[in-house]
Nanobody, 123 residues
C-alpha cells in the first residue's frame, strides 16, 4: 500500500514563503498526476495545483497563480509546493494527493491522500 507522507508547513508572516513536500512511500508507486489541495476553517477542500507525473504539464488555481509553484522529483517519488508571497487567506490545511487518470481539479478524482499539513499565515 502506497502512502503519501507530507512535510513542511508551519507559521509564517504575510509575504513570507514556505515549501511543502509529499513523498510516496511503498512499492510500485504510479500516478498520472499529483495534486495539492487545501481546506480552510469552515470551508470545503479546494484545488491548489496539479502536475503530471510523466510530463511538465501543470495547472494552478487562479488564487495562487504567480505565487505558488508545483514541482516534482520522480527519482525521489516526491512532489513539492513552493509558496511565495503568502497571504492570510492562504491559511489552511494542505493536502497532497495522487490521481490515477487525469490532471484533476476535483478532490473526488484523487484516490490517495497525504495526512495534511497546517499552513498558517499571520497578518
Amino acid at each position: 500500500q502506497v502512502q503519501l507522507v507530507q512535510s513542511g508547513g508551519g507559521l509564517v508572516q504575510a509575504g513570507g514563503s514556505l515549501r511543502l513536500s509529499c513523498t510516496a512511500s511503498g512499492p510500485n508507486f504510479s500516478a498520472y498526476a499529483m495534486g495539492w489541495f487545501r481546506q480552510g476553517p469552515g470551508k470545503e477542500r479546494e484545488f491548489v495545483a496539479t502536475i503530471r507525473w510523466d510530463a511538465p504539464s501543470a495547472l494552478y488555481a487562479d488564487s495562487v497563480t504567480g505565487r505558488f509553484t508545483i514541482s516534482k522529483d520522480v527519482t525521489r517519488n516526491t512532489v513539492y509546493l513552493e509558496m511565495n508571497n503568502l497571504k492570510p487567506e492562504d491559511t489552511a490545511v494542505y493536502y497532497c494527493a495522487a490521481n490515477p487518470r487525469a490532471l484533476g481539479l476535483r478532490p473526488g478524482s484523487y484516490n490517495n491522500w497525504g495526512q495534511g499539513t497546517q499552513v498558517t499565515v499571520s497578518s
